[in-house]
């Protein structure tokens, strides 16, 4: 897909109603692509390690370069983001003292960090790159919700 499809998409979850329930999952491990205040959307998906670390780092390199392009376009529009590390929010949704709202409990999970944006209306926007574990694919997310940051 190219940069202009992402905006697209990302305009498009913005104008629309979220889902009730939450939805079917990303393969079983990402949560599901929306719920109740949020939308969730694959926009790239890598074809996972295709071997030794050098390509490994190159993939990751490219999908944050990808992100870059986006966010840039996303940053015309709506001014700079703030940059929230999703590995706190992680770790406080592990210890199990703090209930961290969806969709920010499960992209901590696999998201290292996000770039975050309030185009108004009420709603937030998130970009950033995800990956399970070693050996799986990068994948560029985009949210879209009206859930605020933890």
Known sequence: MTIAQHLATIDRLCSE???????ASFGGSYGGPGGPGFHVVELERSSGSSGGRHSEREEAEQFEAHREALAQRLTDRWGEPAWMSLDGVFLRAQQGDERIPEPWA????????????????????????????????????AVVTEIDPP
């Open 17 to 23: 109603d979220f889902p009730p329930e939450h939805g």
């Open 106 to 141: 499960s992209l901590g999970s696999h998201m290292r960090n996000a770039q975050v944006w309030q185009p108004g209306g009420g709603r937030w926007v998130a970009l950033g790159v995800s990956r399970l574990g070693e050996g799986q694919e990068f994948r560029l997310l």
